[in-house]
């Protein structure tokens, strides 16, 4: 099952661009990577989810190399409210009818004023 | 629009003791549904999920059981609770395999 890697915690300033990389060295070829984030006492919020190349939405990117074994979630001029922890998530199928989802340790995101 | 809930939301127990969550969802038909827990400063681990009625596939083996009796209702089970236990446990939701899912307000469990 693939095993997910991220940086324990990040430090960042108001307006800066946030880059969290997430390593996936042994994702299946079916896998899809999923991005969510998680306040204290909630549950994850979806973010963001990509196969391949890069996805955008509005409120985040994420760039996936062409072996994904790594994808990294790109946050755009963070503020003060996107302190938070990300999880990167790898899932998809398993053998016949079964589902493996495998969430990363989480990337605690500080942001300062 | 789809909701998804949780309850209680906060539950001390002592070590031995039953267990039952329940978590119920609104506004969709069929969907997978995912029980998770959260240990303190932790990721998330899966540790059930249910693709239709009846249909449950457990991640992890331990003392903790699943059901879902009706196709909106997912119910997480212990007949005597342990220590380790303790946690913060997620019910979620989702359309299929890799679709996003939508997560509970939780439940703090607490086992003393």
């Known amino acids: 099952l693939a095993k997910t890697t991220q940086p324990i915690s990040m430090d960042s300033y108001e307006g800066q661009e946030v880059n969290i990389t997430c390593s996936h060295n042994n994702i299946a070829t079916n896998d899809y990577i999923t991005w969510y984030q998680q306040f204290p006492s909630q549950g994850p919020r979806f973010i963001i989810q990509?196969?391949?190349t890069k996805v955008t939405n509005e409120v985040a990117s994420l760039f996936i190399p062409a072996d994904r074994k790594s994808s990294t979630l790109s946050l755009p001029r963070v503020s003060l409210s996107d302190t938070a922890v990300y999880y990167c998530?790898?899932?998809?199928?398993f053998g016949t009818g079964g589902f493996k989802t495998i969430f990363g340790a989480g990337t605690r995101l500080f942001v300062k004023a | 629009s789809q909701t998804i809930h949780q309850w209680p939301a906060t539950l001390v127990q002592p070590v031995g003791s039953p267990l039952s969550l329940e978590c119920t969802v609104e506004g969709t038909s069929n969907p997978n549904l995912y029980w998770y827990r959260q240990a303190a400063g932790r990721g998330l681990q899966l540790l059930f999920y249910s693709v239709g009625i009846g249909q449950i596939s457990s991640e992890v083996p331990q003392n903790l059981s699943a059901s879902r009796p009706q196709d909106r209702q997912f119910i997480l089970s212990s007949k005597k609770l342990l220590l380790s236990d303790s946690g913060f446990y997620l019910c979620?939701?989702?359309?299929?395999?890799?679709?996003?899912?939508?997560f509970g307000p939780g439940t703090r469990l607490t086992v003393l």
């Open positions: 990509g196969y391949k």
């Open positions: 979620a939701w989702g359309q299929g395999v890799g679709d996003e899912q939508f």
């Open positions: 998530l790898v899932e998809g199928a």
